[in-house]
């Protein structure tokens, strides 16, 4: 008997695994169950996946729905993992609570990198997983290094198109190559949950949509930067033209955020419509086939432009590059990609055209370049890539995905200014540094 087990944190993931098991994505199987994880930072009061408008249309895959919550209670899924002495006894007990028996299981994890996927792997001990990715994260590099108990059993990495021809970085240390769930059959699936998603306001028709991402709860922005950006955003539609805005808020965004929105709009004379209902931003673009969708670095710009062919804008891509601490900060690739990729608002002439800055090829190095210098220790292979791209294409614009202290660290090019680059060959130069820092060292003991 074979079981396979999905984990689960969101609808879109979730959506994602439906549309991969109609496209027989996975093998055939026994049993299959649905693990769902909330890991909000307070999930008692956060709906879960399994309660969220929509589901009901993607529970039909599944043959159990089981909650790692209540499973692990009272722990939070994001920071709970079994003590390697206790691995035995967990694997006997979510055998004997979720009826598995002596079943061979499989594993389909979302974010491997960290808990809940993390536990679930070391509990089931030489089970095979596969890794899905539902967002831009899959393009950069695994952000910290995985015990090779684990890494070596990832068999693929299932993904989104979201870019076309852009080659996914995530374990590729382990060799994982990656695996696409076709575009069509996603789009369907996303259908599935528009015909159920409940009503939505009356906005008119072609709208523009404003993407919030709550940004100041991961400390990048503070709240009244990312309140500003949230008018940016309104005032650069306006500016092209757009009347109907609609605003989807981050779910446990401030109400406040909203109620600045509704007074620019008076004073720009806009129609504002704040969405409070809880669907995917996929279930808009849908039903309401806006005329222009604005955001900051949201993986809905990328669905937006690739599965429903409907013209985007990025903002605020310059300050975050600016702020991500450390440079291996994971959103750092996602931020990367759409500020190469799509056009500023700020710039009417290439929304309205829709004009890509950067050609996939280019891009490809672009995110390997950066992908190294987040991860030098990971990916060791992808230095001569990251200083060839450093060596040719570092100028005004591209310096913006880059910090000279990281080049200078790692001994990339475009570590010092040319006219220094003497400097570390210099034998006097050292020797008066060294005697410098010793005279420093003593000062201070």
């Not at 996946?49 to 039909?60: H, I, K, Q």
């Not at 292979?381 to 294409?393: G, K, W």
């Not at 130069?429 to 420093?440: E, I, L, Y």
Request: glycine share 6%; aromatic share 6%.
């Amino acid at each position: 008997m074979t079981t396979q087990i999905f984990l689960a944190s969101t609808l879109y993931g979730t959506a994602t695994l439906a549309a991969a098991l109609d496209a027989d994505c996975f093998g055939p199987a026994d049993r299959r169950i649905l693990l769902v994880a909330n890991n909000a930072a307070t999930p008692e009061t956060t709906p879960a996946v399994d309660t969220m408008p929509g589901f009901d249309r993607l529970r039909g895959r599944f043959d159990d729905v089981v909650s790692w919550n209540e499973t692990i209670e009272p722990f939070h899924p994001g920071g709970w993992a079994p003590r390697p002495d206790d691995v035995p006894l967990w694997e006997r007990h979510l055998r004997l609570a979720w009826d598995l028996g002596d079943d061979d299981v499989e594993l389909a994890v979302e974010s491997i990198q960290v808990n809940p996927a993390m536990a679930v792997a070391q509990i089931f001990t030489g089970a095979p997983v596969d890794v899905y990715a539902d967002g831009l994260m899959s393009y950069g590099p695994t952000r910290s290094k995985i015990d090779p108990l684990v890494g070596t059993r990832v068999r693929r990495l299932l993904h989104l198109d979201l870019v076309p021809d852009l080659k996914p970085l995530l374990l590729t240390e382990f060799g994982v190559g990656p695996e696409i769930v076709p575009t069509d059959v996603f789009v369907k699936v996303l259908a599935e949950l528009g015909d159920v998603s409940g009503e939505l306001p009356p906005v008119g028709p072609e709208p523009a949509v404003l993407l919030g991402q709550y940004l100041s709860a991961l400390d990048i922005l503070t709240a009244q930067e990312e309140e500003d950006l949230h008018v940016r955003m309104m005032r650069g539609a306006v500016a092209l033209g757009h009347t109907r805005i609609v605003f989807k808020p981050h779910p446990t965004a401030p109400a406040t955020w909203s109620r600045t929105l509704e007074a620019e709009a008076e004073k720009l004379g806009a129609e504002l419509t704040v969405l409070d209902t809880p669907v995917l931003a996929e279930v808009l673009f849908q039903r309401m086939r806006p005329a222009l969708v604005v955001g900051c670095f949201s993986t809905a710009l990328l669905t937006a432009s690739a599965l429903y062919g409907i013209p985007v804008a990025r903002i605020g891509t310059g300050t975050l590059l600016d702020r991500l601490a450390p440079y291996q900060n994971s959103n750092r690739v996602p931020v990367t990609i759409v500020d190469a990729l799509l056009p500023d608002l700020s710039d009417p002439a290439a929304v309205t055209a829709q004009e890509h800055g950067t050609a996939t090829a280019e891009l490809n190095q672009l995110v390997r370049a950066v992908g190294f210098a987040m991860q030098p220790k990971i990916y060791p292979e992808l230095r001569a890539a990251a200083e060839r791209y450093l060596s040719t294409h570092l100028d005004d614009h591209t310096w913006r995905y880059f910090k000279r202290r990281r080049l200078t660290s790692l001994a990339l090019p475009g570590a010092v200014p040319a006219q220094l680059a003497f400097i570390p060959r210099n034998a006097t130069v050292r020797r008066v540094a060294r005697r410098a820092r010793s005279f420093k060292r003593a000062a201070l003991g």
